[in-house]
């Protein structure tokens, strides 16, 4: 089993609609998560960071469950540019950073 | 305004053959590092280093070779490149305390 696991979709979403999907963690002492943004044949780059009570950023809303270990991501007002591959990221410390392979979302117009 | 920069962006290699990926960044990040990403997996890192003189290994070390003589280059060895190796390639920067990395375009390496 992977440390960190996403669905790998692709998700197909029409055009401002709302979509979420999770990653889960297996190990329980991870420190800190991330959501990160891959266009294709693009480097990743830092969408938002997770916190433990939530937080939101514009159209965007990350959530945590440390008890059932998982993170979530949710798109509001899907935009054409949403279409990328989201890449779920946990820090276990000591520079240890675990990649999750990414789910693909494909908005529709 | 640069960021990491690395080179070459593709790159065919025969078996055998050696060839260093170089990678550049001008943000004064202590720590550096190099992953490869292949299809279906995530991102894994290859080596890492904390600062200029220190490297230490990551998950899939196994083949490549670095090192850091300054704060600015962490280039990539491959000593001997095998098909295994055929991946996209992406080195990272970022400060120690901070969150947030900094990624290189990637490197195509295709190994025949």
């Known amino acids: 089993r992977k440390e960190v696991e996403q669905d790998p979709g692709p998700f197909n979403v029409p055009e401002g609609a709302t979509v979420a999907f999770n990653c889960t963690y297996s190990n329980s002492a991870s420190q800190s998560f991330f959501w990160y943004r891959q266009d294709c044949r693009k480097e990743p780059k830092l969408l938002m960071s997770?916190?433990?009570?939530?937080n939101e950023d514009g159209r965007f809303t990350a959530q945590l469950n440390r008890a059932s270990q998982y993170i979530s991501l949710l798109i509001r007002d899907s935009k054409l540019s949403d279409s990328a591959t989201y890449l779920c990221?946990?820090?276990?410390?000591?520079?240890?950073?675990?990649w999750g392979a990414g789910t693909k979302l494909i908005i529709k117009p | 305004n640069a960021g990491v920069t690395q080179t070459p962006k593709f790159q065919v290699l025969k078996t055998g053959q050696s060839m260093t990926l170089q990678c550049a960044q001008d943000?004064?990040?202590?720590?550096m590092s190099w992953y490869r990403q292949d299809p279906g997996m995530g991102l894994r890192l290859i080596h890492y280093?904390?600062?200029?003189?220190?490297?230490d290994q990551g998950e899939v070390p196994n083949g490549y070779n670095v090192s850091r003589s300054t704060t600015e280059d962490f280039p990539l060895r491959l000593l001997s490149a095998a098909p295994s190796q055929t991946s996209v390639y992406f080195c990272?920067?970022?400060?120690?305390?901070?969150?947030?990395?900094?990624f290189g375009e990637g490197s195509w390496l295709t190994v025949v």
């Open positions: 990221v946990v820090n276990r410390g000591n520079y240890q950073l675990i």
């Open positions: 280093s904390v600062g200029a003189g220190i490297t």
């Open positions: 990272a920067s970022r400060f120690s305390s901070g969150n947030t990395i900094y």
């Open positions: 943000m004064n990040h202590e720590y």
């Open positions: 997770v916190y433990s009570s939530g």
